[in-house]
């Protein structure tokens, strides 16, 4: 005879409650299932972009929220930072397909506990995703061993090197539609904010970069991978 014994909770009120933010509706019907199967997880909400997930936060109060990167809208990473703010006992863990540096970077100074790729098998995510809740961090292996493979690169460079000023996704987001001809009007209305905010975006990112016009844009933007190389025509 099976009887349910172990460390799991059988009360729901006692389990790790979630919110999933993901813009692929499929994605977060996969996770929702995986946290609900298991015995000491519950999910009190889902949300398809940043600004939901917020709301969702500020209501339920929930032990984790899971956060994609590139959701439309406001960027995660400022949900992250309001949510630290506003929701110190909600911890913060991506899940996402991103293994960029500058990426992981921007995440962790957000206040993320958890950096978790979305191809980390079922048990893996489980066991982090508790990790972090019990108060610790964790970090796909794949991207730790980037990071490391990064500072090996960077240290072995000699010379000047390419630009490589961090940019944020948002200011990210700005190049790469600038970059394809995007007026700052056309890509305010693309990312869903203000004019102002997009001309603030582009200030910054310029600055950084230390552009002065279209072309640098461009060129820069090819060089940091953000815009494609052109295919020549045949």
Wanted: charged share 25%; proline share 5%.
């Amino acid at each position: 005879m099976l009887t349910k014994a172990g460390p799991f909770p059988t009360d729901v009120s006692e389990c790790i409650r979630c919110v999933i933010a993901d813009d692929h509706a499929m994605l977060r019907y996969g996770v929702r299932r995986l946290l609900e199967d298991a015995p000491d997880f519950s999910v009190v909400g889902e949300a398809s972009d940043a600004a939901e997930a917020l709301k969702l936060v500020l209501e339920h109060r929930p032990d984790l929220v899971l956060l994609d990167i590139s959701m439309p809208g406001m960027s995660s990473f400022e949900a992250a930072h309001l949510i630290e703010e506003h929701c110190a006992g909600t911890r913060i863990v991506y899940l996402t397909m991103h293994e960029d540096r500058e990426y992981v970077q921007q995440a962790l100074r957000s206040g993320a506990s958890g950096y978790l790729l979305k191809d980390t098998p079922a048990p893996l995510l489980l066991g982090a995703l508790r990790e972090v809740h019990r108060g610790g961090r964790s970090v796909s292996p794949q991207v730790q061993n980037k990071l490391k493979d990064d500072s090996k690169l960077r240290n072995r460079t000699t010379g000047i090197p390419l630009r490589r000023s961090t940019l944020t996704l948002r200011e990210r987001e700005v190049m790469k539609l600038l970059a394809e001809g995007y007026t700052v009007k056309k890509a305010a209305v693309a990312l869903g904010v203000s004019t102002k905010t997009v001309e603030a975006h582009k200030f910054n990112l310029m600055r950084k970069l230390d552009i002065h016009n279209k072309a640098q844009l461009v060129t820069v933007a090819i060089q940091k991978k953000i815009l494609p190389l052109p295919v020549p025509m045949n």
